[in-house]
């Protein structure tokens, strides 16, 4: 058996993190079994079900805690591990990659990384870094993957690189009218009720600030809209704040963190998504999947596209033109219907994705044993 060993953050609920599971999940644990190098020292939403996949997980020093630590723990893993051939880090920018650098100094063969956004967050100092390891760097990862080509053109600049599309399980997020039904009613939610919703952390990137402001300007029109909020963050409670001050508590419901989002997306009638910026978010595939007209930023990647659902709004724009986009569909009485056959056709179904990512990190052992 091969044992691929995951470096990331944290396993809590995001983009990156779901996408792993979701990988994770329909890959043949015969053959590639997941262990997981985190730098988060509290439990992650994930790790029960890592531990009852039969994976490992492990924490090493932060560096925020302290540079010169943060290096050590990691060179003291990688020594004490020696049986990892194979390290697949999932970053956002090159501004943070000792892991993968202290692979490369205890001889692990095949040291993947992997672009999850087109922007690094952190302070000034983290871009220059991020130039700075895209120059000198280049030898440290032997495989550069990215979830989107600008995704890859962010982290690897010039170097070759290759797409692995955000699969996601295309039955279960398809449109379903019985489970429409039945969240609407957990949530009373009138049947004819106009429900726009949006997914995501409670983040600056996610811009939910615009996201209230869109839908105050919708309620003008459409008194009886509802707001559908899923997710939670550091950012949650000055979105209620917000959404308080407007007075429009009556029309807007924050579920928190869900396991099931498949279901509140079937509640909804249209998702409205404007990022700042983004890899390949893996909910837009989801909520294409379900049927849903998507109205998403235009600083998001054009390859997200996949269904003739999704429609791209000028981020500088002002909330109006968003509100009335998004009610000048509902008008058309826009019909929802499953969109499967293009998530497969495109590469998108995870069974497809997890084949190709078993199929490499075989490949990859092989050679690393005959190095």
């Known amino acids: 058996m091969i044992r691929v060993l995951h470096v990331i953050g944290s396993m809590n609920r995001g983009g990156a993190e779901t996408f792993i599971m979701n990988v994770y999940r329909h890959i043949n644990r015969d053959e590639v079994q997941f262990d997981f190098l985190l730098e988060a020292q509290k439990e992650g939403a994930y790790d029960k079900e890592i531990l009852e996949l039969g994976g490992k997980i492990f924490f090493y020093i932060p560096r925020k805690e302290s540079i010169l630590k943060n290096k050590k723990s990691l060179e003291t893993f990688f020594k004490k591990h020696s049986e990892y051939k194979i390290v697949h880090q999932h970053a956002s920018s090159q501004s943070n990659i000792e892991p993968l650098k202290a692979a490369k100094k205890a001889g692990v063969p095949v040291r993947i990384l992997h672009s999850h956004s087109t922007r690094q967050g952190g302070s000034k100092i983290h871009k220059y870094i991020h130039k700075y390891n895209q120059v ?19 982290m690897y600049g010039k170097q070759d690189f290759e797409i692995i599309n955000n699969g996601i399980d295309t039955n279960k997020f398809s449109y379903n009218p019985k489970k429409r039904k039945q969240i609407r009613k957990k949530l009373n939610i009138q049947s004819d009720q106009f429900v726009v919703g949006h997914i995501g952390n409670f983040v600056e990137v996610k811009n939910h600030e615009f996201v209230i402001e869109i839908f105050k300007e919708m309620l003008k029109i459409e008194p009886s809209s509802l707001l559908l909020l899923v997710g939670d963050g550091r950012l949650k409670v000055h979105i209620q704040d917000m959404v308080n001050k407007y007075n429009l508590s009556n029309n807007v419901k924050f579920t928190g963190l869900v396991e099931n989002p498949e279901d509140y997306l079937q509640a909804m009638d249209a998702f409205v998504f404007p990022s700042f910026y983004e890899g390949f978010p893996v909910t837009l595939v989801e909520a294409q999947v379900s049927g849903l007209p998507c109205f998403i930023s235009d600083h998001i990647t054009k390859s997200v596209k996949i269904c003739d659902n999704v429609f791209f709004e000028d981020i500088s724009d002002n909330p109006i033109v968003w509100a009335n986009n998004i009610l000048a569909y509902k008008e058309k009485k826009y019909k929802r219907s499953n969109s499967i056959r293009n998530i497969i056709q495109k590469g998108f179904d995870i069974k497809h994705v997890a084949r190709k990512l078993e199929d490499e990190y075989c490949k990859y052992s092989y050679y690393s044993k005959e190095s």
């Open 136 to 154: 000198v760097h280049k030898n440290t990862a032997t495989r550069c993957f990215a979830c989107s080509d600008l995704a890859g053109q962010w």
